[in-house]
């Protein structure tokens, strides 16, 4: 599977973006999704994860409350929307594609190419 990534931008604190995954191919439906993030100097890191039909999700606690991912099987787009922003959440944001739920970035097979986003206080 083919996955793009966009939606990202600038943004002020406290302001709020919407990432979308879109993926190619017809078997997105059996795929985990997640986000993961890199901010400059630092290690790739989890954001979220999605189960296959949507119904199990799970935040990295520095998100929880503000982000929710979500997805659209017959659209085969999964989606970040990103509340409350903080200066901290600046990186560039990636979605994956994995066979089991998970956290670990060892468990993503796929990769999309990251979206930019920066938030200024």
């Known amino acids: 599977v083919q996955l793009q990534a966009f939606g990202g931008g600038l943004v002020q604190a406290g302001g709020s973006l919407r990432l979308s995954c879109a993926a190619s191919?017809?078997?997105?439906?059996?795929?985990?999704m997640g986000w993961f993030r890199q901010a400059p100097g630092k290690e790739r890191e989890f954001v979220a994860v999605?189960?296959?039909?949507?119904?199990?999700?799970y935040y990295e606690d520095s998100v929880k409350g503000r982000f929710t991912i979500s997805r659209d099987n017959a659209k085969n787009t999964v989606y970040l929307q990103m509340n409350s922003l903080k200066p901290e959440d600046t990186a560039v944001y990636y979605c994956?594609?994995?066979?089991?739920?998970?956290?670990?970035?060892?468990?993503?097979?796929?990769w999309g190419q990251g979206t930019q986003v920066t938030v200024s206080s």
């Open positions: 994956a594609a994995a066979n089991l739920y998970g956290s670990s970035q060892g468990l993503y097979r796929y």
């Open positions: 999605i189960s296959q039909s949507g119904t199990n999700t």
């Open positions: 191919g017809r078997t997105f439906s059996s795929y985990v």
